[in-house]
């Protein structure tokens, strides 16, 4: 059985539909992209499925557990951690401040962060200054250490390489690489075929709200709808 399972999922902003009968599921261990251009609607997906935005249709179950219609907290609970696109960090705040607005289980909080900055040494080194002081590469793992702390067994990421430098990207990855290797599984979406497709195993195509090709890695290397993006080629 599936850890993650979206089934036949649809949503509608005003009069737009923005995704139509989108069905993916991640095994438990498994890393799966979903890649596809701008405004394919990976973002709305991957917001519906954490209870960001709402499913005209369709259901998620994470775990053998209904969670289409629960909040985000109470996803969050069930074991999901969410990196949005654009990391979502509060620039003026500090690192630990950012840390402490995580969700993360009462009491279990300071050992978490402890374990997070065994993760992520930078993160510990600027632990009290303010987050826009971090560049780019850094404020993503702010975000993905923040998303880790409530210790989920699937973590969801929108295009963590977005707006940094090559290295800067090649870092992020490394460090999705080497979560993923631990065990976590991982829902990763990327405009940047060439490098989901170097962490992913298995990977969905979407275009115009839709799933349109799905399959392993090796598969879709040789995929032209993967290829369609501007940013696509190999990294
Ligand atoms: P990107 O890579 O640019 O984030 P995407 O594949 O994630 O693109 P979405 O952001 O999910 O695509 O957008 C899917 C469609 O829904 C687009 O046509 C977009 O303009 C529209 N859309 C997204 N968010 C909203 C919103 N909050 N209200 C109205 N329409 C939206």
Redesign the pocket.
Known sequence: MALLEIDGMSVV??R?Q??TGVSINVGDGEAVGIV??????????L?AVFGL?RKRSGSVQFDGRNISAKTPEEISSTGLGYVP?GRHIFSTLSVRENMKLARCPRGEFQSNLEEMLDQFPILGERIDEPAWTLSGGEQQQLAIARALISRPRLLIL??PSLGLAPQMVERVFAVVRRLHETGLSILL?E?NAGRCLGLVSRVYV?QK?RIVKEGTSLEMANEDSLWTSPKGGPA
């Open positions: 902003y005003g737009q923005a995704v596809g251009v701008n405004g394919a609607g990976k973002s709305t997906t917001n935005a696109e929108d295009e979406v405009q979407m709200g």
